[in-house]
């Protein structure tokens, strides 16, 4: 795991208005070479070029009403963010465990407080892919797995909030495999839910023909995956653009003073407008 390099952030000075449009450019130019932008500005934060942007960039707005998050709050019918961050999120493709993930990720930070961790993180499928061993590879390639999720938010259940969803493990970049799913995500909710109650829904994997992961095969996903992931210490004003169908996200825990560390993201999800 490393931290992003500053070369591959986009800086910017807030010169105004007239920037918006040149800035807007830069920021697709960065995200369709890399999977990813993020946009740090340096002069102050300001939310409404993140508003802009998102506005801009963005065809339309999808709702995360499918989720498993449970702890969140929705500012608006598109912008929402996770109440707590002291607890890790497994990387994963935001809502893979649905038949339509949306294709863009936005994230503007608001506030970080002086905590400590809480870094966001983001592994490129395309590269795991590539760097997965070939036996495991051969079986992705050749069998779909299977999310199973409850849609219910409390203890009530019945059969019609229990959904499943079959697909691969591996979709399509720009025509390119990438392994990017809520494999792990999936695979880890149980303890997730276990050890810190409230804030998820139930979610499990397996194998389309019901067989379990087996541990071993995890272990390997995640040796792979390491390596190839990214941290970004956030600072307000950030704003990051991802692209939910190469990059998988997670999160870091964050500890942090909760009277007086604050750390806030808000995060909307969309489909392209370019
Ligand atoms: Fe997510």
Redesign the pocket.
Known sequence: MSELKPSNILYYGGDGPADLACLQNKLVAHYKAQGYALLRQQSGADKSVYDYLSQKLSARFVSYKN?V?LDRSQYSSTQSTLNRADYP?PL?G??FYTPSPPRM?WFYCEAYGEGVGGETLLTDGVAVYHALPGELVKRFDQQPICYRRDTSAGSIKDDESVLEHTCSAVTSYDGEPAFVNSLL?AYETEVMRRKYPGFMRELGVRWASGRKFERSDIRAIKRVIEPLTVTIAWQPGDILLVDNYRFM???NRYLGNESTDQRRLL?ALAEPAF
């Open positions: 989720g998050h999120v994963h935001e809502l990720l995500l996200h997670g999160r995060t």
